[in-house]
């Protein structure tokens, strides 16, 4: 890996975006606002984080880009990829929620397993694949374990496994790293960078770690406080591939005082009206 | 509290002794907790059986010694007797009262989860027929039981009925409520992976409605079984089918009390056994992830 000097472009425009978010607003049944005219477009290849104060929508815009859930007014499009009959797109997206989200009467392995067996995926291509992912994720000792048994960050990482089994084209994680100790979160991140750049992934990750954002990040995108807008986007020029030794480098420093700066910015900024 | 050896005003060991003395108690615990534990599961068993026996001891001595008339309060010794004179009566009784309560609720447990899985598929639905299941169950089945008595072809069918009227309901809301109760992150998620109706409902909805459902079985195995003794009451009549109700109400007629003791024993040891049984399989499915079925350990 550290011969590989190939860099992925960044803020590439050349090609479509696999996702179209264009003026997107959200308003819930009980009358709040959660997003604003919201736009964004996510190109191929790209890992975005979202970054943004707690409670200004990041998770309701990582649902809407899933297509989960109806916007209030705007457009949603998958330029890339054909959509069914209501208008989801057929493309395999891999989803972890900011919940582990796991079927308690399902064991670890039955959990893993739900994406392919609802895609009616045979046993023998099936079992291969799950077991491959939770080792991945260091978790192929407890395939038979019932999620009541397992710890916080585990179960989050049965979550994260459950996101990759399907091999997806685009990936949508909500602060998966959040309830794990710094030295999984590492080797997570690398795995997910890893997967990232073999599998020509596309990751929009929602964090609330600077550092996170900075290591992993193709482009940082930061919404402002609720209702959720965009209000400054990144692209980061950060040589590939990011190893453990680009956290000592001065350009990731650099990085992060940038990153925080906006954050700063963006929580201080007026919201803007409804 | 013998945990704590310092309470219980021994005073405390000295400083060098303090770590071999921590080990000691430590084994020591383990062992105790261990016999604790073993005796906490035999007085489980022994506690409710030495309770009978103390009860039914006090009812046969307060017979005896009072010389109350069997046809007041007939002593332990004499419903047993009658329940062993009167088998040939009472058995088939027993059989009649049985099929109809197991009947009543295998067919309320079909219709009560068929009905709520319908209900759920669509608002409409639900708007247009669960009036009708609640107007079914506010309404006293003694009062209508008249009514399915003439519509009905036989007493049995109209006992059926009266008693699958009754174990309907408490399935058929815990069934919707089960079906509705589904974490909503678990949704998105199957319809992120366009999964069908039937896979969403087969594979989320009906598993996370099981301890729904479980509760809907006790409650409704229970009340078939009340209902089918209710119904019967209503019905009153006679003949080669009539189950044990009716043989309770013809030995009061007679005053034949001891009888009417042991059609009352085995109407209770019925319900036991439905109780029993439908925990049994409540904790069967649910023993291995569900809270309720489980201890809690921290
Ligand atoms: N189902 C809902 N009904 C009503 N309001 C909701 C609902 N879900 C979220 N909200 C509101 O929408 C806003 C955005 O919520 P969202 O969960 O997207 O925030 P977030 O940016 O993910 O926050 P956090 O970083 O704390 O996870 C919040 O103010 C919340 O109160
Ligand atoms: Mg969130």
Redesign the interface.
Known sequence: MMSDTETRPSGETRRRPIVAVRDVSKRFSNGTLALSRMTLDVMPGEFISLLGPSGCGKSTAL?II????DASSGAIDYPGSRV?VRG?P?AE?G?V?Q?P?L????TVFGNVH??L???RIGKSEARERIMHVLETVGLEDFARA???ELSGGMKMRVSIARALV?RPKLLLMDEPFGALDEITRQKLNDDVLRLWHEQDLTVVFVTHSVYEAAYLSSRIVVMGARPGRVVSDLPLDAPWPRVESFRTTDAYAALCRRVSDALQLAIHAPSAAA | MSDYPALSGVAAPAEDDAGKFAAGQAGERDAAAAQAARIERSLKLTIPVAMLALTILVWQLYVEINKVPPYILPSPVAVATALWTDWGTLYPALLVTLKITVSALVLALIGGVGLAILLVQSRWIELALYPYAVILQVTPIVAIAPLILVYASSTQVALLICAFLVAFFPILSNMVQGLKSV?H??L????????SRF?TLW??KL??A?PYFMAGLKIGGGLALIAAVVAEFAAGSAGAGSGLAFRLLEAQYRLNIPRLFAALLLLSATGVAIFGLTSLISWLALR????SA?KREN
Not at chain 1, 66 to 69: D, E, I, P, Q, S
Not at chain 2, 288 to 291: V, Y
Request: aromatic share 14%; charged share 25%; no cysteine.
């Open positions: 649902r899933a297509g989960l859930g069914d989801k057929e997206i989803f929620f919940e989200t079927m308690p009467w399902q739900l994406p067996r609802l895609k019932y999620p009541r399907t | 974490d992150n678990l998105n998620l199957f319809e992120l992976y366009g999964a896979q594979l989320l598993p996370a099981q291995r992830w569900h809270e489980i």
